[in-house]
């Protein structure tokens, strides 16, 4: 069943099973009580009202988010009324996910989809699966990207846009940095960074082709001027030196190998003779040039180019170039994030060194 049907009604989403009370207490110092918005109030001290009526939806719907990356629940989840918000914590040894349902219904009209609610959900799963709540060091910026980042990463899985996956932190999030949380342009890029990375390794793009036969595909011109980080995989074999033309497969409509005299090969998906689908290029060493989509022989759509020297680019690409949203990594750390056009970052760059922005 697809998840958006699953959460259609915010209620539902938010009520499930728990076992035992969570009482009103104090919570201790190093409590972690990640709230989705920040806040002063903490659910302990308004959430007594013992054990809510289950009927298992909510942990379906949380087993359905986590499904996609092979890990199981490791906490509860509860509704509680007049929280205003959402938290992850834990009472007394206990893992916790507590919901204001009418908050949640609230967000999902504000913004006209239930991806919201999906997402706030995810990161709220993310602070428990990485450790956030048992760490002793209470609330803090670094766990909320960490957490922003893991919600990206998973609604890219289930199907959401990159729009979709940043809707409720845009609505809801703040606009200056706090003590526990950051500014709202940071947290948006961490849920871009989770996205886009789910995207490098699972394209939701993926473009049809026909069937087989063998010709060779046409040149293209290298005038790309892509950019992105981490350094190109070795391949475990590269063609021997008298190999060269349509080594395996099918080079005209189908899926094929092939290699130019300059050592360098294609390895992917052909129409009519040209790289058109998913296919991956290599160096003549046999080290990744490029991972992605192609169009008529040219790199198109998402994909993510490796430079020689360590630097890479990681996005969207038009007749070669980068153009559209995309990250350039610098192989020192540095990276530089802009929506690109024929190949020249924009007006909205932004240059970080490290964490910083410049």
Known sequence: MPVKAALSLPTILLSAALSGTLMA????????????????????????????????????????????????????????????????????????????????QGIEEETETDWSAISI????????LQGHTIDGRGGQPQKEIEADKFSGFVLHQLGASLDEATVAVRALGDEHATSTHPAKPTRIEAIRKGWLEAEAMYPKSRVLVKAPTAMAPKPI???????????????????????????????????????????????GEFEEGDKHGEGVEYYADGKVKYKGNFRDNLRSDYGVYFYPNGDKYAGWFQKNVPHGKGTYYFADGGRLVATFKNGQPGPDRVLYSGSKAE
């Open 25 to 104: 207490q104090k919570p201790a110092q190093d409590t972690f009580i990640c709230k989705y918005t920040g806040g002063n109030v903490g659910p302990q001290v308004i959430c007594s009202n013992g054990n809510a009526p289950s009927t298992g939806h909510a942990e379906r719907v949380v087993d359905r988010i986590l499904k996609p990356i092979g890990l199981m629940r490791n906490f509860k989840v509860m509704e509680c009324a007049n929280t205003d918000n959402c938290f992850a914590t834990v009472v007394k040894g206990q893992r916790f996910i507590i919901y204001d349902a009418a908050f949640m």
């Open 121 to 128: 959900m995810a990161h709220e799963i993310g602070h428990h």
């Open 221 to 267: 011109a290298t005038n790309s001027n892509p950019s992105v980080a981490s350094r190109p995989v070795v391949v475990p074999s590269t063609p021997t030196r008298a190999t060269v033309g349509c080594v395996s497969g099918d080079c005209e409509d189908g899926k094929g190998t092939f290699v130019y005299p300059t050592r360098e090969r294609y390895a």
